[in-house]
């Protein structure tokens, strides 16, 4: 989930075997929330082949779980999101900064407050391909890179195994035989139960799949960026996702938080576009502003705020499996997670949020997944 310019990365939501995957979405929020001590008077629904995740939801830790981040702060927010629910938490080999922290901040968590049976509870997933360490095999789809890496986010993790192993995204210098066998590999040793994509154009998607089920192994999960302005996997990646049986990821909802209140006014105290590389000053261009002041004035109307409509958007087609979330704080954190309360929209509401989510200009990977 890492733009071309080789950013850190960003956050949401997500057993075996495949068709034992269970999710909450449309299960009622009181019913969604469990505490870590009552975890067996969980109440999961059956689900539906494609579905993933926990209340239609998974978190990510692509920014602000970080080593210059405050523990405590992340160690709050995943125990919130696990009490309300959430079981998938997605990483990357990189996210941080720096590079590997975030999952040296998860497998803290995870040993502190997630020992013994409740590992059993969730789903971790994690990814590789952009740049890690310096030398010839610290980036890449080679095999020497995708193997090496998750025995190294393996041993950060403190895990023997994740749930998903992702191929970050597409290098057409290496052949995709060569990374889709090593990800079969991976798969067959044990060292992850399934395996994903991201940021792959629909055409190498396909061809993906087919070289996957070749091993026999099948691709479960496709982790594109979708949001009310990015809209682009509507053209094509989504109708091949349906007809695969392919699970969908969107990641960056709330298009790098401009779908928040706090740039409704054309600048912001806090938050990325003040911090990160990952907010371009661009972002803010005035028809982007006028769209998302016009999307706000839809959110209110269904009694909601502008980023609890945008991800309970995104999860209108029911081939979109989750949503990935990501939080600075349990406030942040609970106001995505209240998207659920309301997720249906009238064709009404359908046809004005149509107005306003256009192409923002705002897709930092769209070079990657036109490849």
């Not at 994740?162 to 995709?176: G, K, S």
């Not at 302005?229 to 909802?253: K, P, Q, T, Y």
């Amino acid at each position: 989930m890492l733009p071309d310019s080789h950013l850190p990365e960003e956050s949401a939501y997500r057993p075996t075997p495949f068709s034992n995957f269970t999710s909450t979405k449309g299960v009622k929020d009181d019913d969604v929330r469990t505490e870590s001590k009552a975890i067996r008077g969980r109440k999961i629904s059956p689900l539906r082949k494609k579905r993933l995740g926990t209340a239609g939801h998974f978190f990510g830790f692509w920014q602000n779980f970080g080593g210059v981040n405050v523990f405590e702060t992340c160690r709050a927010v995943v125990r919130r999101a696990f009490d309300r629910g959430v079981t998938h938490f997605d990483l990357a080999n990189m996210y941080g900064p720096p590079y590997g922290s975030a999952e040296e901040n998860l497998g803290a968590i995870l040993k502190k407050d997630f020992g013994g049976r409740l590992r059993d509870e969730l789903l971790i997933s994690t990814k590789a391909g952009y740049e890690m360490w310096p030398g010839p095999y610290g980036i890449g789809a080679s095999k020497k890179h995708v193997v090496a890496s998750l025995d190294q986010s393996l041993r950060r993790l403190g895990v023997d195994y994740v749930d998903i192993f992702y191929a970050h995204r597409p290098w057409p210098e290496v052949p995709m035989e060569e990374t889709m066998s090593a990800l079969a590999q991976l798969v067959k040793q044990g060292k992850t139960l399934h395996v994903g994509i991201s940021s792959y154009s629909p055409e190498r998607t396909r061809r993906a799949y087919e070289l996957l089920k070749s091993e026999g192994v099948h691709m479960l999960i496709h982790q594109p960026s979708y949001s009310m302005l990015n809209r682009h996997i509507e053209n094509g990646l989504l109708d091949v996702l349906g007809d695969l049986g392919v699970g969908c990821i969107g990641f960056s909802a709330l298009a790098q938080g401009l779908l928040t209140n706090k740039y409704i006014r054309g600048s912001a105290s806090a938050g990325r576009a003040l911090e990160g590389e990952s907010f371009r000053k661009d972002f803010l261009s005035e028809e982007n502003l006028k769209n998302v002041r016009g999307l706000a004035a839809i959110a209110k109307k269904r009694g909601q705020t502008l980023a609890q409509m945008a991800i309970a958007w995104v999860l209108r087609d029911d081939r979109v499996t989750s949503a990935l979330i990501g939080a600075r704080n349990v406030d942040q954190l609970d106001d995505s997670l209240d998207a659920l309360k309301k997720q249906e929209f009238s064709a009404e509401e359908l046809g004005e949020i149509d107005q306003f989510a256009k192409e923002g200009g705002i897709d930092l990977w769209r070079e990657t997944s036109e490849l």
